[in-house]
């Protein structure tokens, strides 16, 4: 569905988790980043799910089962239930159980969570292009990857066969740094052959479906760090969203998004999820003004800030002044340099 331009963070005069029913929570570089709980994390949605909000996990990382999703976040001190769990793996395995026969082989390049969500769906894994599959399926595989893996699903699909992936991340988030993710491997076949899949994962609509088949929201609130999968994700859907900087976007990113890329709301963790979140008010004529701050874009899109407080009104402000001079564009990186120098970014 088509949606307005957003030129500025909304405001909720209510914390997050009383304004919507449901946190579509990402879990790389949100909940956790490697195995480890991001701080305030863990606190912040322990006291959301306590006052009524439902938490339902949505990642586009396949190699793991719901289960194992499940038994991570409880070893972490978040109780959570495999049904709570939505992977990119069962956005395609349903997307796949759609367009083959029923019972179909298909060859399966990944992890344990993607041959887990096919046969949910009453189809069979293989692993060699000989074994005559019907499909061919791509999610992240981590270090288990093989090229040889790499290598079958490339001769089945040069062969024609139907090609799909859970998802296109090039990069994920780990304890060690940031590391290669499925979008790679995709690119690695899509180079040997020239095709192009069928993809399922945020923030494509097969994945937003899913969510919704499986967690019922009826107003629900997209969380998560990456622009590009959660927050235009979130954008496709026509949900509202809220972006946390303790992933793979910065504030710098965050100020150059492009109209799909641009959250509702922002906060430095999942605190956010707990706190009233301040409107933004003005105009590109006299600027922007949110808590101490006021931002402007000057000539040339450089952004000025003056004003003090909370950093992260600061942030606010700077968004609307970016966001609204850049229209349905974008304002190079360059350009909040300087301004963010001011609140520390």
Not at 156 to 182: H, K, M
Not at 280 to 305: I, K, N, P
Request: glycine share 14%; with cysteine; proline share 7%.
């Amino acid at each position: 569905m088509s949606q307005p331009i957003r030129t500025r963070p909304a405001g909720c005069a209510r914390p997050l988790h009383q304004e919507y029913d449901t946190a579509l929570l990402d879990l790389d570089g949100v909940v956790y980043a490697g195995g480890e709980a991001i701080p305030h994390a863990v606190s912040s949605l322990l006291a959301a799910r306590d006052e009524g909000m439902r938490l339902a996990y949505v990642t586009n990382n396949a190699s793991r089962t719901p289960g194992a999703v499940a038994d991570h976040l409880s070893r972490l001190g978040l109780p959570a239930l495999p049904e709570e769990v939505v992977t990119s793996a069962q956005a395609v395995a349903r997307l796949v159980a759609e367009r083959v026969p029923a019972g179909a082989r298909v060859l399966a390049v990944g992890g344990e969570g993607l041959r887990v969500a096919l046969r949910e769906r009453g189809l069979e894994p293989v692993e060699s292009a000989d074994d005559d599959p019907a499909a061919v399926v791509q999610g992240y595989g981590g270090p288990g990857l093989t090229w040889g893996m790499l290598t079958e699903a490339a001769y089945a699909v040069g062969r024609g066969v139907p090609w799909f992936a859970s998802n296109t991340d090039l990069t994920i988030p780990g304890e060690r740094g940031v590391g290669p993710g499925n979008g790679a491997a995709v690119e690695v076949v899509r180079l040997a052959t020239g095709a192009t899949p069928q993809v399922a994962g945020k923030p494509l609509p097969p994945m937003h479906r899913e969510t919704i088949a499986r967690t019922g929201a009826r107003r629900p609130l997209v969380v998560g760090d990456r622009l590009d999968t959660d927050i235009e994700g979130a954008h496709v859907g026509g949900v509202a969203s809220l972006l946390v900087l303790t992933g793979v976007t910065d504030a710098a990113r965050l100020l150059a998004a492009r109209p799909e890329h641009r959250p509702g709301y922002v906060a430095a963790d999942l605190r956010g999820l707990l706190r009233p979140h301040p409107e933004v008010t003005g105009d590109a004529t006299a600027g922007f003004a949110c808590g101490g701050w006021h931002a402007a874009a000057a000539a040339g899109g450089e952004l000025r800030l003056t004003g003090d407080g909370e950093p992260l009104d600061g942030l606010r402000a700077l968004c609307a002044a970016a966001w609204t001079a850049a229209g349905d564009g974008a304002l190079p990186e360059r350009c909040a340099a300087r301004a963010l120098a001011r609140l520390g970014w």
